[in-house]
């Protein structure tokens, strides 16, 4: 193993966690404050994807970063980006477990509806809205993204 697969995840490990420990501070910080801090993520990122890791996992990890640095901290530019997937992971919950429990389902048809009706429900959660408020809107032909 060389330096570069030594040093390639740990040094992205510290940076994705100075880039959280910014995004949690980031009301008590000034405009300009986040701006150098988002200036010097960017180009620790730059310095860290120059590494050249020889493994087949760093090869991969660069790669995958090297194509979406562009948005990798997206979250330090915009307080309503999460830094983290956790709201996606919880959308898929309650499938998750409804398919463990009921050990899957017995059509294709079923499969589709549940997974139709979970996406119109939690789409309408984010935007404030019931889950039956959520149906109607859809049944109506009303977009869930634009405003009613």
Same mark, same amino acid.
């Given at each position: 193993?060389?330096?570069?697969?030594?040093?390639?995840?740990? &040094?992205?490990?510290? +940076? %994705?966690?100075?880039?959280? $420990? @910014?995004?949690?501070?980031?009301?008590?910080?000034?405009?300009?404050? /986040?701006?150098?801090?988002?200036?010097?993520?960017?180009?620790?990122?730059?310095?860290?994807?120059?590494?050249?890791?020889?493994?087949?996992?760093?090869?991969?990890?660069?790669?995958?970063?090297?194509?979406?640095? &562009?948005?990798?901290? +997206? %979250?330090?530019?915009?307080? $309503? @980006?999460?830094?983290?997937?956790?709201?996606?992971?919880?959308?898929? /919950?309650?499938?998750?477990?409804?398919?463990?429990?009921?050990?899957?389902?017995?059509?294709?048809?079923?499969?589709?509806?549940?997974?139709?009706?979970?996406?119109?429900?939690?789409?309408?959660?984010?935007?404030?809205?019931?889950?039956?408020?959520?149906?109607?809107?859809?049944?109506?032909?009303?977009?869930?993204?634009?405003?009613?």
């Amino acid at each position: 193993m060389d330096a570069g697969d030594r040093v390639f995840a740990p &040094e992205m490990k510290a +940076l %994705f966690k100075r880039a959280l $420990a @910014i995004h949690h501070r980031r009301a008590q910080l000034a405009d300009s404050t /986040r701006y150098q801090y988002r200036l010097d993520i960017k180009r620790q990122l730059r310095r860290i994807l120059n590494l050249e890791p020889d493994q087949a996992d760093g090869i991969r990890l660069k790669k995958r970063y090297e194509g979406i640095q &562009e948005n990798l901290f +997206l %979250f330090l530019e915009d307080a $309503a @980006i999460s830094p983290t997937n956790n709201s996606s992971e919880q959308a898929i /919950r309650m499938s998750t477990i409804f398919r463990k429990v009921t050990n899957g389902f017995r059509s294709d048809w079923g499969k589709d509806l549940f997974a139709a009706v979970r996406s119109v429900v939690n789409t309408g959660k984010r935007q404030g809205l019931s889950a039956l408020q959520s149906i109607q809107m859809a049944l109506s032909g009303r977009s869930l993204f634009q405003p009613g």
